[in-house]
């Protein structure tokens, strides 16, 4: 069984910067591909930015258009151990954020029914 767990989040001023951290337990080396989702209260799950491995290094890379600049993932792939550096951030990236694993070949992974196990999720609080 695969676990992720999230490490990270916290209250931060406007303009500030944290770094999300999600750990890989279980089937590590299962993972095809791992992302980032949030949510807001009140709204949708929404895609942040995913990472798809090559093989033992990292391949590619996406974002979502509201995120692009400001946040930045990157992994370690022999450790299935994905990161999320977010600056810049604002109120509106208040949420609860997610990491997930998906281990099917698609070709693309901007949906949350892309990945098959989740974790708890880490809440980020940007204060004006």
């Known amino acids: 069984q695969v676990q992720l767990v999230e490490t990270g989040g916290g209250l931060v001023l406007a303009g500030g910067s944290l770094r999300l951290s999600c750990a890989t337990s279980?089937?590590?080396?299962?993972?095809?591909?791992m992302g980032w989702f949030r949510q807001a209260p009140g709204k949708e799950r929404e895609f942040v930015s995913y990472i798809r491995w090559s093989g033992w290094s990292v391949g590619s890379t996406f974002y979502a258009d509201s995120v692009k600049g400001r946040f930045a993932i990157s992994g370690d792939s022999a450790k299935r151990t994905v990161y999320l550096q977010l600056n810049s951030l604002k109120p509106e990236d208040t949420a609860v954020y997610y990491c997930a694993a998906a281990h099917t070949v698609r070709s693309g992974y901007f949906g949350a029914t892309s990945y098959d196990t989740w974790g708890q999720g880490t809440q980020v609080t940007v204060s004006s």
């Open positions: 279980g089937h590590a080396f299962n993972s095809i591909a």
